[in-house]
């Protein structure tokens, strides 16, 4: 019940404070959007060169059954 309770009392402040202070709020959504696409961004970038570079599973680079060894 506690938790409930901070829960609600933390929303309505954080309510408050969003509309007593809204320019400020859109002032930081206007900087830190760009700086998330940028993580995400280099994250998928990773993401995508890993794939790449992983072989997948049970396969080898020469892996061709006509090669005698």
């Known amino acids: 019940m506690p938790s409930v309770i901070f829960g609600l009392l933390a929303l309505a402040i954080g309510l408050l404070g969003l509309t007593a202070w809204w320019w400020s ?14 993580i995400f961004g280099l994250v998928a970038l990773a993401a995508g060169v890993q794939s ?18």
Do not use: H, Q, Y
């Open 52 to 69: 790449v570079r992983v072989p997948p599973a049970g396969k080898r680079a020469n892996s061709d059954p006509n090669i005698d060894g």
């Open 25 to 38: 709020v859109t002032e930081f959504l206007r900087g830190a959007v760009p700086v998330a696409l940028i």
